[in-house]
């Protein structure tokens, strides 16, 4: 990074656990013809949790990396607390980042890894010493301090990133895809002690990831990117329940794309009236057939010997499984229901399906008036 050397530090007076409020504005980004960032805007709140959620390639660990002072912007600005940051090197931005990969020093014990950056900082070792121990007892690997990396499994070694990451008292938490490389039970356990953390220490966080169940459990807001552009910001329940595009309804959990036709702010969607998400966009559809994207939640599934479904297969999720239906036009539906039902709905049985009336968003339109 070029430019301004200032650091950007608390305000007088301020609790060092409390969050800060975090602005980009207008970031744009290319890298050759590509366009990484373009024009993104996201506050984020103090204290609050946010999520960027898309594909590969979508912008999200570009705008972490600008955020963290690791990339520059071609345009555009960071504010920090209303400071503007965009010039201030990474070194001096007072943020903590926990990387996929770790990032561990495997010379170094547990405990010399999280006081790493409160030694650049000249902190006595004393200070060092307990602000470790506080971390690691934080992230509940305390016991583990003397250990090596390479003595600490993924998990474990990850939970140390953490504990280093805080233990500088960060103005801003980044987390670059923090728990993509850890096993399924791991990840769950994991993602939940961050939001606990977080949440205890009240550091404003960004947490990059391309993982949607791990983004809505632990986030405040999450904004769904593509192409370099924020598609939806909004609390878990809104971008899932009232996604407000295609694309996000398909990108944020499992959506049948079932053929129907619009009727006023409603359309017609095997044999069911469903209200549409966005009534507005009603007009530009209307009597045209569309592809309406409907959850599979909001699919009933009722054994019925005369019915023109037939399950096609049964997926075993714990408290709740997916059944698949094969209708008579070859049409397959996916619904979730309750796991006590599936000896009702073996493959092969006939079934009737029915939807419930949720708001449905549209995809392509399939044809013209």
């Not at 994991?190 to 949440?199: F, G, K, N, P, T």
């Not at 878990?236 to 702010?265: C, K, M, W």
């Not at 619904?335 to 995809?363: K, N, Y």
């Amino acid at each position: 990074m070029t430019g301004s050397t200032d650091v950007v530090t608390p305000s007088a007076g301020r609790d060092d656990r409390r969050g800060v409020a975090v602005r980009l504005q207008g970031l744009r980004r290319r890298f050759g013809a590509v366009p990484a960032l373009d024009g993104l805007d996201l506050d984020l709140a103090p204290g609050e949790l946010v999520a960027l959620l898309g594909p590969s390639g979508c912008g999200k660990t570009t705008a972490l990396r600008i955020l963290a002072g690791l990339e520059d912007a071609d345009s555009g600005r960071v504010l920090v607390d209303g400071i503007d940051a965009t010039t201030v090197p990474a070194n001096r931005r007072d943020m903590g980042m926990v990387f996929q990969s770790y990032s561990l020093f495997p010379h170094l014990t547990a405990r010399e890894n999280v006081e790493f950056g409160l030694r650049l900082r000249g902190r006595p070792a004393g200070e060092r010493r307990e602000r470790a121990g506080e971390m690691l007892d934080l992230v509940g690997i305390g016991s583990h301090a003397g250990r090596y990396p390479h003595q600490l499994s993924g998990g474990q070694q990850q939970r140390v990133a953490l504990a280093r990451a805080l233990a500088i008292r960060p103005r801003v938490l980044l987390l670059d895809e923090p728990l993509s490389a850890l096993d399924a039970k791991v990840r769950v356990q994991l993602r939940d002690e961050i939001r606990r953390i977080q949440i205890e220490v009240g550091t404003t966080t960004l947490l990059v990831t391309h993982d949607q169940e791990e983004a809505l459990a632990v986030a405040d807001r999450v904004g769904v990117m593509r192409a370099g552009r924020l598609e939806q910001v909004g609390t878990p329940a809104e971008v899932y329940l009232r996604p407000a595009s295609a694309f996000v309804a398909d990108f944020v959990g499992l959506s049948n794309r079932l053929q129907g036709r619009v009727s006023g702010t409603d359309v017609h969607v095997l044999g069911s009236r469903l209200p549409l998400i966005d009534p507005d966009a009603a007009s530009a559809y209307d009597a045209a057939e569309v592809t309406a994207l409907v959850r599979p939640e909001s699919v009933e599934v009722v054994a019925d010997e005369t019915g023109a479904g037939r399950v096609l297969a049964a997926s075993f999720l714990g408290a709740t499984s997916r059944v698949t239906v094969a209708l008579a036009d070859d049409t397959l539906v996916v619904a979730q229901v309750d796991s006590s039902r599936l000896s009702d709905l073996a493959p092969g049985t006939a079934v009737e399906i029915r939807l419930r009336p949720a708001p449905v968003a549209l995809g392509e339109q399939r044809a013209g008036r």
